[in-house]
């Protein structure tokens, strides 16, 4: 395991890159894909800040994770980290169906079916890096109209005015 990817689930671009820097970890974020800054952590305070936030996830879903539970075709599913390399984050927080699963040792093992238009569009179909079981919440969850707001912000030129992004939001709502 050489580096942790970490996806915002609200904004695309932001995240944090986790990797071992000699004898500490380093924890890089990032905004809007551009580099923000660094932490350099030991690893015990990385372990006890871990076991900090596991309970912290705890407390707000009641423990469990459906990692290690493997993801077959027909599954529902929520995309955690779709494709870094095409589009990164188009598809992330997005539930469909699994379609294919190749090799884990795969960049993209799974294929997510989101309806039956063609590959690439919004109801279409997407190889994915990695995805988790869908519970019956994130199924019938629509996208909240904050995140709406923000992926519309991204889409949009700096100049563009306040009913162009109430108009994409609105838009990309369906």
């Not at 109209?145 to 700096?158: F, G, H, N, T, V």
């Not at 306040?162 to 108009?167: C, E, F, R, T």
């Amino acid at each position: 395991m050489d580096e942790i990817r970490i996806q915002c689930e609200s904004a695309r671009g932001d995240y944090i890159l986790a990797a071992r820097d000699g004898r500490k970890i380093a924890f890089n974020a990032y905004r809007a894909g551009e580099y923000q800054v660094n932490a350099f952590v030991s690893p015990s305070a990385v372990r006890d800040h871990a076991r900090r936030l596991i309970a912290l996830a705890d407390a707000i879903d009641g423990g469990g994770s459906s990692a290690g539970v493997p993801i077959h075709v027909g599954d529902r599913v929520r995309v955690v980290e779709d494709d870094d390399c095409n589009r990164a984050g188009d598809f992330v927080g997005r539930v469909g169906t699994v379609k294919e699963v190749r090799d884990a040792s795969s960049r993209l093992p799974c294929t997510v079916t989101f309806g039956a238009g063609d590959h690439g569009a919004r109801d279409g179909w997407w190889r994915c890096a990695r995805v988790e079981r869908a519970d019956e919440e994130s199924i019938q969850a629509a996208p909240s109209r904050s995140y709406l707001i923000l992926r519309a912000k991204e889409l949009l030129p700096a100049a563009a005015s306040a009913d162009d992004l109430i108009k994409l939001a609105d838009y990309l709502a369906g």
